[in-house]
């Protein structure tokens, strides 16, 4: 058994962890309820009229998605702004760009091509690009906060932080998504209504619960997933740790089961919503901190990543800002073939890039952290 460590189990400190990273994303989810009323009769208010949930819904999104195109942009910052991190994969950050706006924009140019047809659904490239995109968009905002709470364990020590507990807490994690799944199509069926995509999803799904048995095998599941907490319990509890060392992986925990909350309480509109804050939100403060941690040990380092994100306080403030100008500078061109492309070959970019930079057991990702690798 690794003994517990000495140093702060906190990423920076107590209130910069919880109030930037853990629950950064409480603000957005008190105004889209309670500004906006989202979701409000939840706790008991009037729900809005059809017209006003369309326009609460539109704004909400549109902030949403302005917070997603600001944290995006970083992880181009990070490859292309330092040269150290661009040699490390230079040809695939060449071609990698390349190879994907071609084929973005080829699906697009090919829509009304039909691959397949399942009665009145017919799934044509674009259809297709846009499914793998939605399901890459889950697994790379989940991993995020699993990488987040590996990092915590990794400076808390007591075992925690060894590949057998990683696995444990990868299934705490997606189990816990999977029962969230179960009980919004069991119980919670009409909060799927607010949208037509989330209709949809719902038309299809619905038919797997409506049986004795489909309900029985979902019921067995969902008590699989509660022995699979009890069991990563367990393991947590045995490390020989304090809850002073305990306390800043169980807020973020606690965080992540919160927002799991939002889609049982709101339904999935308004916890997809939040989640997609929270992700966009802790990324920007994760990413200045590292970056603050990486370029003060390198100080020779002249490149555009170290110069702004060497000092968070003065240009995290002119970045953000750029970017979200940036965003509201391009809402009229979002309906363009040109911007559609553009948009979703940078998300998709995103999500590769991340996967290839965002690795705790690289040393040159660890240090900045202040955990082992």
Same mark, same amino acid.
């Given at each position: 058994m690794t003994s517990a460590s000495s140093q702060s189990p906190w990423l920076r400190t107590p209130a910069w962890d919880l109030c930037l990273l853990a629950f950064c994303w409480v603000p957005f989810y008190l105004w889209v309820v309670f500004g906006l009323?989202?979701? !409000? &009769?939840?706790?008991?208010?009037?729900? %809005? !009229?059809?017209?006003?949930?369309?326009?609460?819904?539109?704004?909400? #999104?549109?902030?949403?998605l302005g917070f997603t195109y600001v944290h995006r942009h970083y992880t181009f910052l990070l490859v292309y702004g330092d040269k150290k991190a661009f040699g490390e994969r230079a040809r695939s950050y060449v071609l990698a760009p390349v190879f994907i706006v071609a084929c973005v924009a080829l699906a697009r140019s090919a829509d009304g091509v039909v691959l397949l047809k399942a009665g009145p659904t017919s799934v044509t490239p674009w259809i297709l690009l846009m499914l793998t995109s939605g399901l890459w968009n889950v697994w790379h905002t989940v991993q995020q906060r699993y990488g987040i709470c590996r990092v915590y364990a990794a400076k808390a020590k007591g075992g925690l932080e060894l590949r057998a507990h990683a696995n444990r807490d990868r299934m705490l994690l997606w189990s816990a998504i999977v029962l969230v799944a179960i009980t919004l199509l069991l119980f919670r069926g009409e909060t799927f209504a607010g949208i037509s995509n989330a209709r949809s999803v719902y038309a299809a799904l619905s038919p797997l619960v409506a049986s004795t048995s489909s309900r029985i095998v979902l019921g067995l599941m969902s008590a699989a997933i509660f !022995?699979? +907490?009890?069991?990563? @319990?367990?393991?947590? %509890?045995?490390?020989?740790?304090? %809850? $002073?060392? $305990?306390?800043?992986r169980w807020s973020f925990l606690l965080s992540t @089961?919160? %927002?799991?909350?939002?889609?049982?309480? *709101? !339904?999935? #509109?308004?916890? /997809?919503?939040? +989640?997609?804050?929270? *992700?966009?939100? =802790? /990324?920007?403060?994760?990413? *200045?901190? +590292?970056?603050?941690?990486?370029? &003060?040990?390198?100080? =020779?380092?002249?490149s555009l990543a170290a110069t702004t994100l060497r000092k968070p306080l003065v240009w995290a403030p002119v970045l953000i800002t750029g970017l979200g100008l940036a965003y509201l500078f391009l809402r009229d061109y979002r309906n363009t073939e040109v911007y559609l492309t553009y948009y979703v070959a940078t998300s998709m970019l995103h999500?590769? /890039?991340?996967?290839? #930079?965002?690795?705790?057991?690289?040393?040159?990702?660890?240090r900045p952290l202040g955990v082992g690798a």
């Open positions: 009323g989202l979701g !409000g &009769e939840a706790f008991g208010a009037e729900p %809005l !009229g059809p017209r006003q949930s369309r326009d609460a819904l539109v704004l909400a #999104i549109a902030v949403a !022995g699979l +907490f009890a069991w990563w @319990l367990r393991h947590e %509890l045995a490390a020989p740790l304090t %809850l $002073r060392q $305990r306390l800043p @089961l919160a %927002l799991l909350g939002v889609f049982v309480v *709101h !339904g999935p #509109i308004v916890g /997809y919503l939040c +989640f997609g804050a929270a *992700h966009a939100l =802790e /990324y920007l403060s994760f990413v *200045h901190h +590292f970056g603050r941690g990486k370029f &003060e040990r390198d100080p =020779e380092n002249k999500f590769l /890039y991340d996967g290839w #930079i965002w690795k705790v057991r690289n040393p040159e990702v660890a």
